[in-house]
């Protein structure tokens, strides 16, 4: 069963956040900024490092998710993104068996060949389970797994990579299921620090805030300045691609 | 087609790892060191940072390999080391039809079960090919492809990262697909460069030579000191364990 | 004033790596493992994972310290440690004045030169202010600033790489100030998270706890089997060195 | 005496970025590319790659540097951009004594201040030697050395994070020796990567071109279409701020 839930993270981030970008403003110690420092002007610094990229202490908060019943063609992608710390739940030696085996069918399937889909992947189970009895090992049996297999892992990423991550699979162009990922990740953080991640989005929506004077975020989306996005949308149409990319 | 061929790399990498080496511990600049190294004392400085594991300098000399018509079970594990390079064939635009569909068999199913193997590769690709003709994207049609289909990755790794690379993966406990990529990028870098690589080798061997006073190569095992490797093989088994990891 | 304080981490870092280093053997979720997971068994789950080198679940759990009042000698060796997040006082901005100014006199000089390090530590700062006050900006004057000079460094690592970091700079070979501010951030992440440092220590003892069969702690050191560490002292020596390494 | 001097890279860099990006969208194998690819094919992908945030080909190509005789102000800054590699003449083990102290004069203090610099820095020197002549370690003394005091540092990159570098370190934000550095890096790399480094410029360049048609390069610069660049400076004063960037 698709599940992306966020089970531990830095409880202060915020704060820490904060405080670590005065601190490079600043000759006094960490103790007295953390003990004059308001949840406005915290605010103030997250918002000024975010809008201006200086993205360096956002690696100071970190957020460890649980991703779970996604398939293997996700979580190929998700492991491309080499600053982040993963653990994935090992086919090598975990036999997906029984209760276990529950592929991921795509919703473009679902419309169209949801009964061919279940035969294929009910055809490549039956083939697994014959090698396994033929003596096959787990590890090499899986060859015959299908990509669509379900799986595990747990992803731990700073604030600084989840705002490059979402700016790239938050995206339309993203594939359906790591953008449905990326959409929940957004929500889980949002829950816990609304204030750090009140500017993420996709790449569009960075870019132009970065060339624009005043902010805006997913909830107060307006008029673009930039022609187009840097996939060629063009500006009539970002808007309405952003809000496509929540169709999964 | 199985194949793993350098396709490119710093030519004048092992000079670059030496004068790198020898500036750490010099006022003058490179065009001196240039000048004036022997190739007899560029093997010293090389020699000495790896057995003192003094890994930075090999960072200065990179390598890119093509390595093609292996399956997405060896580019899954291959892409989780996250300090490289990687440029992998997308699945999502590029369709794995006719003459470019050649999913890797296993060994141990080779000599038990190449029939099924062959039938399960068959079905999943007929289950494969009629999703596409019912309008199934590319992109989500591949969720029925079997993790075992041939893929090709363009990896580029530097000689520190290679020596760390292959102190994992030409382990006898590596999985046999990624342990035959290993040996194959250890023999085509050895070509090139046999004195920047003359001490690679499983971590049991990069231990062992970091511990003890005379250092041994792949070339001229002898006894180990250490009581086991970090897998628990104990001294007796380790000679034979390393030989053991060349056969796939 | 010399400080480093552990001001923000993973409050279940410890349980976050043991469940981790679980789910990679599991066909289970996060939510079975958290409700199930004794303390014994999380403890046994992160012993398997540093005494056989499989680190990458250590990574899920993260540490911030604030290191106050160190040189630009010890921030710049710090911050060559390319796996973690920094963010540094900037003397580009941060006037060090009047209070500010405590540079740092390394132990060697106060007992045989303490008079000339004060006269070379006021007179350079004579000069810097008397720039500052002939018009040369604040990012220019500090080229005439010692080494020395005190300055703040905010340093997130995870326990992965505060192991690889520890194993470096706990050595006698490490300089006496990134040494002493090393043992100083093992004695903050001991008082939170014991069982997850338990084995940390210099690079011998990590390697020594990979090639034998008992395993040591800095608390329980006996004989070592290898015959040197990497640095050279040969096997009589190390417990020795060990002990000589926190004097500073 | 400064000098930015590229020792070393990949020679093929150009090609290499090329066919790794068209791989990634091909079935086909290494040799077929690299036998059939004209260089104006491998142009077009290689623009594609860049003016679409597409990096990640870039990374198959590296740059190794030697930068030398530039002050420790500006390789702490420089050691700051963690992918990368980097040797640096240790200041602990190597003496700067007689003909190689030569420490950095900024411009600024050129104009108003040379003779205070100069007393400044002979000041810094003689006490360091007094501190060495009374039995103070070389790794010690140092700390009374200035931060302009003369370095040499080996460095590596790869093609996107010398975009990234070039976009932070061009800026006229950047301080005026690192920007010295980053202006005679990428002069370096143009001469012999033209086609690769086309677009390179600071962040302003970089950002524009993904959000507009027609793309600009510093040779072609025309009006921008952003209203601001990311460090505030608005629509009509990029071009001017630009230019500005270039004097140090």
Redesign the interface.
């Known amino acids: 069963m698709f599940?992306v839930?966020l089970?531990?993270?830095?409880?202060?981030?915020e704060r820490?956040v904060a405080?670590?970008?005065k601190?490079?403003?600043?000759?006094k110690?960490?103790?007295h900024h953390?003990e004059t420092m308001s949840d406005e002007e915290a605010e103030t610094w997250i918002k000024d490092a975010v809008l201006?990229?200086y993205w360096?202490?956002l690696?100071?908060s970190?957020y460890?998710f649980?991703i779970?019943g996604v398939?293997?063609?996700a979580?190929?992608q998700l492991?491309?993104h080499?600053?982040a710390?993963?653990?994935?739940?090992?086919?090598?030696?975990?036999?997906?068996v029984d209760e276990?085996y529950q592929?991921?069918?795509?919703p473009?399937?679902e419309k169209?060949?949801a009964e061919?889909?279940e035969?294929?992947?009910k055809?490549?189970y039956d083939?697994?389970f014959?090698?396994l009895s033929?003596?096959?090992?787990e590890?090499?049996?899986?060859?015959?797994?299908?990509?669509?297999?379900n799986t595990?892992v747990?992803v731990?990423m700073?604030a600084r990579e989840l705002y490059n991550f979402f700016s790239l699979r938050l995206c339309s162009r993203a594939?359906?299921e790591i953008r449905k990922i990326a959409w929940a990740m957004l929500d889980e953080v949002k829950k816990v620090h609304p204030r750090l991640f009140k500017y993420a989005g996709p790449?569009c929506l960075i870019?132009?805030n970065?060339?624009?004077?005043k902010p805006m975020t997913l909830e107060t989306l307006g008029t673009f300045?930039?022609?187009?996005?840097?996939?060629?949308v063009t500006r009539d149409g970002i808007v309405k691609c952003i809000s496509n990319s929540k169709h999964f």
Chains 1, 2, 3, 4 share one sequence.
């Open positions: 599940s839930k089970v531990s993270y830095t409880r202060d981030g820490v405080i670590a970008s601190m490079s403003r600043s000759r110690g960490w103790s953390e201006h990229g360096s202490p690696e100071h970190s460890t649980s779970e398939s293997r063609v979580s190929h492991v491309r080499r600053i710390s993963y653990t994935q739940m090992s086919h090598r030696f975990a036999k997906p276990y592929p991921i069918v795509p473009s399937m169209r060949a061919l889909a035969k294929g992947y055809e490549a083939v697994y014959s090698l033929q003596g096959v090992p590890e090499d049996a899986r060859y015959l797994l299908p990509n669509g297999v595990n747990v731990t700073n594939q359906w790449s870019h132009e970065f060339i624009r004077e300045v930039s022609e187009r996005c840097i996939e060629g």
